[in-house]
């Protein structure tokens, strides 16, 4: 099964959505909570291979809530057992940033739970999934940018900026 996931590094892939994404998600959740046992964690399935029929890289984004007075630091050993790489906040101040596999299938998104970057994470995320001409105007903006940026990951994402942006803006009724 997990033949639906993987994506080499330095690239930008996409593909359409893989039905089988959701239950990746699920089992890969299990496998952190085992991980994490005993330290207060909460998941969500985020990124495009949570909204159903959105094309997406075939990398499964994880959100990962940490309570605010539990350290970041105790989270880190914990995901490297699980076979993760801690790679720092990458860009986004509050957010530990981990990846998994060879290729990389999973990423990890530590925050902390309730605070803006968890709710900006699935407020995007829930956009999408209730509004399909936003999902078809957000794909149809990825797949240009892809075919722009196949081999430059940063371009692609700073593409994506603006989208991002206005679709919370209009999310929270500015």
Known sequence: MTGALGLESGLVRLVEYDARWPALFDAEARRLREACAGLPLRL????STAVSGLC???VLDILAGRPADVPANRYIARLHSAGYEHRGERGVPGREYFHRGDPRA???????????????????RDRLRADVELKR??????R?????????????MEGKAAFVD???????GA
Not at 106 to 124: G, I, K, Q, S, T
Not at 144 to 156: D, I, K, T, V
Request: charged residues 35%; hydrophobic residues 40%; aromatic residues 14%.
């Open 144 to 156: 240009s940018l892809a075919a722009r940026f196949p081999r430059n990951r940063e371009a692609y």
């Open 166 to 172: 206005r679709a919370l803006r209009d999310s929270s």
């Open 137 to 142: 105007r957000y794909a149809e903006l990825k």
């Open 106 to 124: 999973y990423h990890v998104h530590l925050v902390v739970e309730n605070e803006e970057l968890w709710r900006d994470y699935l407020a995007f």
């Open 56 to 58: 997406a890289k075939p």
């Open 44 to 47: 969500e399935h985020i990124g």
